[in-house]
């Protein structure tokens, strides 16, 4: 009786030395976001003969923050039972039978790593799924990258509907997002004929365990899961509109499902990428900088520390399922 062990990931694929440049790009991004907004900041509170803090300050002392709350709190509790029941469904046609209730606490606690790296959140559902089911972590990191997969698509989709029916209130920057479909429509169906084995059968890649969940989906599961994801993104643009209007910020629910989508590519990016997505908001609301600042800022923290917050809620029942139990196979 042996326990299966985790698969290491191949060192071959992970570099040891990263450029000088790289580790300090992110930075560089990062101040040049902050630089941006300290600038449309301060010019904004010129405009009004006030200092920068009076100036903010005012503009969170005039917003609604229960009713900004009575909307929030009821989102981010839909999205973490929505973005379970997709896991639950991807893990469920990929790697193991699981209940959707065995999935709720791992899925929450992992909000709490996502806070620090994307990736490490993965790592813990990996994990618990390993120790509980004996599933090799590769074929687990696969159902995760499927989901990304299938989420870069959904996202895709979204923003080029929205270019497209808000043209003109886009800067030209975004014009770019709908000559973006059609390759990556390309790259899709080159890649889905190449991993089930349709096309190129001598090229074996394929065949490692990072592309379990590729070689195994069929067309209606990358549906399916968009079609999931659906619910979210319009719920998303109703919850902002509203949201917006406690700012003192007039917008339709037709704008927000075009600005959402290519706002969030940079909020779900790890590192310097969520200060572009603070940044965004202010290049689309150039009119009111103050307001579409603080309103990008509270939005994306909240979201991210009540997520992480109901991961405390289940962290105690998660460990206990992840290192108080072990699977054996003979």
């Known amino acids: 009786m042996a ?3 985790v698969t290491t990931p191949d060192t071959r694929f992970f570099g040891k030395n990263i450029p000088l440049w790289q580790q300090l790009l992110p930075w560089v991004i990062t101040i040049a976001c902050l630089g941006y907004l300290y600038a449309s900041l301060d010019a904004a509170a010129a405009r009004q003969g006030r200092a920068l803090f009076p100036y903010l300050a005012g503009i969170f002392a005039s917003v609604s923050w229960m009713r900004w709350l009575g909307l929030m709190i009821p989102y981010s509790l839909a999205f973490f039972l929505f973005d379970t029941l997709i896991l639950w469904r991807v893990l469920n046609w990929f790697n193991t039978t699981i209940s959707y ?22 790592g813990a559902v990996a994990l618990y799924l390993h120790r509980r089911a004996g599933v090799p972590g590769w074929e687990i990191g696969s159902s995760m990258l499927f989901i990304m997969f299938c989420e870069f698509y959904y996202l895709l989709t979204f923003a080029t509907a929205g ?13 770019i997002i709908p000559w973006m479909a059609l390759p990556a429509a390309l790259v899709f169906a080159v890649f889905h004929l190449y991993v089930t084995g349709r096309i190129l059968p001598g090229v074996t890649l394929r065949d490692k365990p990072i592309f379990h969940a590729f070689r195994k989906a ?23 509109t509203l949201a917006l209007r406690l700012f003192g910020i007039e917008a339709s629910f037709g704008l927000m499902l075009g600005y959402l989508p290519v706002i969030y590519f940079g909020a779900t990016m790890p590192g310097p990428m969520r200060s572009v997505a603070i940044v965004l908001w202010v ?14 800022f509270v939005q994306h923290n909240f979201f991210i520390l009540f997520n992480a917050a109901i991961g405390l809620v289940f962290l105690r029942k998660a460990m206990r399922a992840t290192f108080g139990a072990t699977v054996s196979h003979s």
């Not at 209730?101 to 993965?122: F, G, T």
């Not at 069929?218 to 549906?223: A, K, P, T, V």
């Not at 290049?283 to 990008?296: R, S």
Request: no cysteine.
């Open 218 to 240: 069929r067309l209606w599961h990358y549906g399916v899961v968009v079609l999931m994801r659906m619910p979210m993104m319009f719920g998303a643009a109703i919850v902002y």
């Open 101 to 122: 209730a065995d999935i709720i606490p791992v899925r929450a606690s992992s909000y709490i790593l996502s806070i620090l790296n994307e990736q490490l959140s993965k």
């Open 163 to 175: 270019v497209l029916r808000q043209w003109e209130r886009f800067p030209e920057i975004f014009h």
């Open 283 to 296: 290049i689309l609301f150039p009119e009111t900088p103050g307001e579409i600042t603080a309103f990008g």
């Open 3 to 5: 326990q299966t062990p």
